[in-house]
């Protein structure tokens, strides 16, 4: 059987599932960059604090995730993964994998800090 993780190396989204209190799973196209040094697979995506997203990863890690388009078109298997919100240098570590990976981040990032926004990083671990 074919590692499942090797369907993200040509990916640029990968579609992030997490789950509501009642069970309904909740699709949303990110952006993502893979720890190249890590043992077992590290995804990081970045988010706002408030989004639907980290509040459902606060009430429930488990995860599911598969390479997707723009749109959010999942082209892949789904793989059962773990999120956690990143702390400490973990968080500059995620942030420089992103903006190696996209360039066109760092744009995005000027006008957030303009506006004053935070954004917070989260790692996906697959088990």
Known sequence: MPDPIVQ???AKYLSLETFRKTGAGVRTPVW???DPAAREPVFYVYTLPD???VKRIRNNPK???APCT???DVRGAWVDAQARICS???VAKGQSLLTQKYPMKRIGDFFSRMRGRVQIVLAIEVR
């Open 8 to 10: 993200f190396a040509a």
């Open 88 to 90: 400490g240098d973990e």
């Open 32 to 34: 993502f960059a893979q």
């Open 63 to 65: 995860i599911r995730i």
């Open 70 to 72: 723009m749109r959010g």
């Open 51 to 53: 989004s639907g997203k």
